[in-house]
């Protein structure tokens, strides 16, 4: 960290740097200034509710690294940038004191700024304590080694995406669906369960994650991950279906009225024996959000399907001769 120091409260951002910068601000915008380079897939993305930033390279995210923005009161703006400027040992230059601060271990930038905006950059900190809140005058703070790392990695014109998500859903390394629910800091985001039900749809795990749970996750605005199931592609006679199989809990699921439609099978659903008929056997459901499932150990005699294996593309199934 180069000898950094800790300083108490929150330090001032940079808002005027080099001449140059001054010069870009006088004529225009950084997409008028700056023709990106041929895209080869790096970017930054950050996430401003999350206080995350995202590398991508060859199109792939390589890097996560927290981060530092802007208070509510200096909020860090969003959209669409490239990078405009690169500078090691920036100056720091305060336009409301006056104060300049050469490079060194007090200077509020570290040792490394990336400028994406006339006045607003991602850089380094000598108040590493920051780092994850909201903190700055709208900039972009970094761990120093952090910010050391990306500064070598990225170019200027390397595009800059720059949001305010509260819901982030992903996969987790072994297929699992994960959400998170950040705090609404800007208060720009309000959420509703029936939004967070369209997010987790587009996985197809939103049956497996309760609309009761959802509203508890959206009080708890905690930016906690909550692992809900881990869906699988079907492949069903050779054609790809539109819906999904879902593991939850060491168990396999699959949709039981989807998959007899597909099949061209009548199926009906025994209520008051919990269990799904058709024309081959019975099998007992699970109802996940009204939507009936089966544990795909039962799709065989069910449907009369044979396989049930699992490769790449997901659980293969076909109908028995």
């Not at 959400?179 to 967070?196: F, G, H, L």
């Not at 609309?211 to 881990?230: L, N, R």
């Amino acid at each position: 960290m180069r000898g950094l120091k800790k300083v108490a409260g929150i330090v001032a951002m940079a808002v005027m740097l080099m001449g140059n910068v001054a010069l870009a601000a006088e004529s225009g915008t950084a997409s008028e200034e700056i023709v990106p380079k041929v895209n080869d897939g790096t970017k930054i993305v950050i996430n401003l509710a999350s206080r995350g930033l995202y590398l991508y390279e060859q199109g792939v995210t390589t890097r996560l690294y927290p981060i530092a923005c802007g208070k509510p009161s200096d909020p860090t703006p969003v959209g669409y940038y490239t990078v405009i400027e690169k500078e090691v040992n920036p100056i720091w230059r305060d336009s409301r004191s006056g104060e300049v601060v050469y490079s060194g271990p007090d200077n509020p930038l570290g040792y490394r700024w990336i400028s994406f905006r006339p006045y607003y950059g991602i850089h380094g900190t000598n108040n590493p304590d920051s780092i994850g809140s909201f903190a700055s005058r709208g900039c972009i703070r970094m761990h120093e080694q952090d910010v050391e790392e990306l500064y070598e990695r990225v170019e200027v014109g390397t595009p800059v995406e720059i949001f305010y998500n509260r819901v982030v859903v992903e996969k987790a390394p072994d297929g699992t669906v994960t959400y998170y629910i950040y705090p609404d800091t800007y208060e720009r985001q309000p959420i509703t369960v029936a939004q967070v039900n369209e997010w987790l749809h587009g996985f197809g795990v939103e049956c497996f994650e309760s609309d009761e749970a959802i509203a508890a996750k959206i009080e708890a605005e905690d930016g906690q991950p909550t692992y809900v199931a881990k869906p699988y592609s079907i492949q069903l006679n050779g054609q790809m279906m539109a819906f999904k199989a879902v593991e939850k809990n060491g168990e396999c699921y699959l949709p039981a009225v989807a998959m007899a439609e597909a099949l061209n099978i009548p199926i009906f659903y025994d209520r008051d024996n919990e269990v799904a008929v058709t024309c081959y056997s019975t099998a007992p459901v699970s109802v996940f959000k009204d939507v009936l499932y089966i544990n795909a150990a039962y799709a065989g005699k069910l449907l009369h399907l044979g396989g049930g294996t699992a490769d790449k593309a997901g659980l293969i199934y076909y109908t028995m001769k």
